[in-house]
């Protein structure tokens, strides 16, 4: 008796044959139903085992299709994917940009130019008898208003093409934590054209790179040394003189060369504040 035609007892395990009315072993009795019950199982068992080959050949079949259409398509897919990623990362900048929700101050209304005197109105004691006298002539014509000046439009934000970053910061003095004004900011990358930037007022700049590894920032600045030093965490703007004054003992000009760097490409916005080295040290002034 083949194994795959026999049924376990339910009382000993002994294999049995499907139309066995007991079992040998433990004297146990089948019934009716456990005998119908038995066959079913037996059918069901062989069925499953007849269609196993036609679903291992379909299961490669489709395993076959979708890696072809994978390596057919995958570049694209992945385009699609790095696309969705950018528009996401962009959107989640926006919405967590403080800028955007702001309120809006409602534009000063100018003021109204009053009214020129009626004919014949109250007149002033002194001219009471030129009135009497006089009393269709005009009152004097009060002079027009001057038009409000318009207040110059703000500039809109330069858009920010796709993969590149927007690279802000500001420029620092290293010893007086002051910002600096007029220094040249140049970023390179082997193959890319250099992009150029120049500090404000208040020390701030902005430049856009496209996005990829091998950029070096190098700086310029009047009354300074060539070159920079990038902020650590934690900046130096929270550290006091004496650590600073150590950092600047240490200064050697091949901390200043210029510096790489890079960030992840699923941003588009990113801050890089520069620090820059003064020839001497600052030192305040004694107290008397």
Not at 9 to 17: A, D, I, R
Not at 89 to 98: G, K, L, Y
Not at 159 to 183: C, I, M, N, S
Not at 260 to 273: A, E
Request: aromatic content about 6%; glycine content about 8%; some cysteine.
């Amino acid at each position: 008796m083949a194994d795959q035609d026999s049924l376990p007892c339910p009382g000993c395990h002994t294999l049995l044959p499907p139309e066995a009315t007991g079992c040998q072993i433990c004297m146990r009795p089948r019934t009716r139903q456990e005998i119908m019950r038995g066959y079913a199982k037996i059918r069901a068992e062989k069925e499953r085992k007849r269609r196993r080959p036609f679903l291992i050949l379909a299961a490669v079949l489709v395993l076959g299709g979708g890696g072809k259409l994978f390596m057919t398509y995958g570049g694209a897919l992945k385009a699609a994917a790095a696309s969705a990623g950018g528009a996401i990362v962009r959107w989640s900048d926006d919405m967590r940009n403080p800028s955007n929700y702001a309120m809006k101050q409602a534009p000063a209304e100018p003021p109204k130019a009053e009214a020129p005197a009626k004919p014949g109105g109250p007149v002033a004691p002194e001219s009471a008898m030129r009135a009497q006298l006089f009393p269709d002539a005009a009152a004097p014509e009060a002079p027009a208003a001057a038009a409000p000046a318009k207040a110059p439009a703000a500039a809109a934000p330069k858009p920010l093409a796709a993969g590149e970053w927007r690279v802000t910061g500001t420029v620092f003095d290293l010893a007086t934590l002051k910002p600096v004004r007029g220094a040249e900011i140049s970023f390179e990358r082997d193959g890319h054209e250099p992009r150029a930037a120049t500090s404000g007022e208040d020390g701030s700049y902005e430049a856009d790179l496209p996005k990829g590894e091998g950029w070096t920032v190098q700086m310029i600045a009047s009354d300074h040394r060539r070159g920079q030093i990038l902020d650590l965490d934690p900046s130096y703007r929270i550290r006091d003189a004496d650590e600073r004054r150590a950092v600047f003992a240490n200064i050697t000009d091949g901390d200043l060369i210029p510096a790489p760097v890079g960030w992840k490409r699923s941003r588009s916005k990113v801050v890089l504040d520069l620090f820059a080295v003064p020839h001497h040290w600052w030192a305040p002034p004694s107290q008397p």
